[in-house]
């Protein structure tokens, strides 16, 4: 299946729009990487621990929608979008949100 942030494939000609379809994913950080990202906050650097975090979250997001498209018979999504929230008491948590157009198409 075709993902894509752009409203065209190049190549191919969108047939039919089925709907719209998103995915969301919550993902909690554990003490572990809270203490981990505070001494990164404090040194300078990026924190690897939340980034990994953010990229499963968003890898399971992604498949999702894919789940989600393939339910209405799309060979692909276009016009993709991201979301990224922090949720919970201490923003402890992070919410990542997709939305985008479940297609189908034919290869020019």
């Given at each position: ?12 000609e ?8 998103t ?33 499963k ?30 949720i919970?008491?201490?923003g ?8 985008g ?8």
């Open positions: 299946m075709i993902v894509s942030t752009t409203d065209t494939l190049q190549g191919f969108i047939t039919d729009y089925l709907g719209i379809v995915g969301e994913t919550i993902s909690g950080a554990n003490i572990v990487r809270d203490v981990m990202a505070t001494v990164t906050d404090y040194v300078g650097g990026r924190s690897g621990t939340y980034e990994e975090v953010l990229g979250a968003r890898e399971s997001t992604i498949s999702e929608v894919m789940d989600r498209a393939q339910l209405l018979g799309a060979d692909g999504v276009v016009g993709i979008t991201f979301d990224y929230e922090t919970g008491g201490r402890a948590m992070i919410m990542v949100t997709a939305t157009t479940a297609v189908r198409f034919r290869k020019l």
